[in-house]
């Protein structure tokens, strides 16, 4: 059973920095683009960084730019979100989704393409 994992998440304070993983089972990345989403109550849900199913394109939201990091372990099981410089409207539950099998170079944040969704992980930045 394919399945998405989401873990790290937590309370951290201002300026603070999580790194969040998803772990895939049941298949590996080389054929999959992976996205890190975000969904804060009453927002609709943001695209915030993904990665290609070659792992050789990034594409990162402008609000998180130069502060996220999006990479995937050499394993091609794990794929990571390093956040830094955390602000109070990054509080949101964080999912990764995969789209695939796909030979795709790019990725995109839109959610349409995704087609498995992990369960999300909290992430609340507060003082």
């Known amino acids: 059973q394919l399945q998405l994992v989401e873990s790290g998440g937590g309370l951290v304070q201002p300026g603070g920095s999580l790194r969040l993983s998803c772990t895939v089972l049941g298949f590996t990345l080389d054929y999959y683009a992976i996205a890190w989403f975000r969904q804060a109550p009453g927002k609709e849900r943001e695209g915030v960084s993904c990665?290609?199913?070659?792992?050789?394109?990034?594409t990162d939201v402008d609000s998180v730019k130069d502060r996220f990091t999006i990479s995937r372990d050499r394993a091609k099981t794990t794929v990571y979100l390093q956040m830094k410089a955390l602000a109070p409207e990054d509080t949101a539950v964080y999912y990764c989704?995969?789209?695939?099998?796909?030979?795709?170079?790019?990725?995109?944040?839109?959610?349409?393409?995704?087609?498995?969704w992990g369960k999300g992980t909290q992430v609340t930045v507060s003082s």
């Open positions: 990665i290609s199913a070659g792992g050789e394109t990034t």
């Open positions: 989704a995969a789209d695939g099998p796909s030979h795709r170079s790019t990725c995109t944040l839109q959610p349409e393409p995704y087609n498995l």
